[in-house]
Nanobody
Framework: VQLQASGGGLVQAGGSLRLSCAASGRTFSTYGMGWFRQAPGKERVLVAAISGSGDVTYYAGGLKGRFTISRDNAKNMVYLQMNSLKPEDTAVYYC?????????????????WGQGTQVTVSS
């Protein structure tokens, strides 16, 4: 599985960005997917996760309502819509693929990672 994240950039506080992740593989709909972020000097942490079918989503505390994860299995794409962005959302954002069941929050449960896309929110 190969993952290609895109859509990052520089945005003012209060603005919006939509991240996209293109995935290879013919069984994309069976993969759980997640978006993680890593701020400078900090650990990589989960932002949001979505089940293979897209029916089940999970958000890290405080992000639900501002961020929305979605997927289009026909296009092998997963998205992260980010609204009302804050400077503390500044980070490199990564998409990741989880082939098996397990905690969606644990990095080790994700088998493949995209290259990351930088999101910078100015105040």
């Amino acid at each position: 599985v190969q993952l290609q994240a895109s859509g990052g950039g520089l945005v003012q506080a209060g603005g919006s960005l939509r991240l996209s992740c293109a995935a290879s593989g013919r069984t994309f709909s069976t993969y759980g997917m997640g978006w993680f972020r890593q701020a400078p000097g900090k650990e990589r942490v989960l932002v949001a996760a979505i089940s293979g079918s897209g029916d089940v989503t999970y958000y890290a505390g405080g992000l639900k309502g501002r961020f929305t994860i979605s997927r289009d299995n026909a296009k092998n794409m997963v998205y992260l819509q980010m609204n009302s962005l804050k400077p503390e959302d500044t980070a490199v954002y990564y998409c990741a693929c989880r082939l098996y069941s397990g905690s969606v929050s644990l990095l080790n449960n994700y088998n493949y990672w995209g290259q990351g896309t930088q999101v910078t929110v100015s105040s």
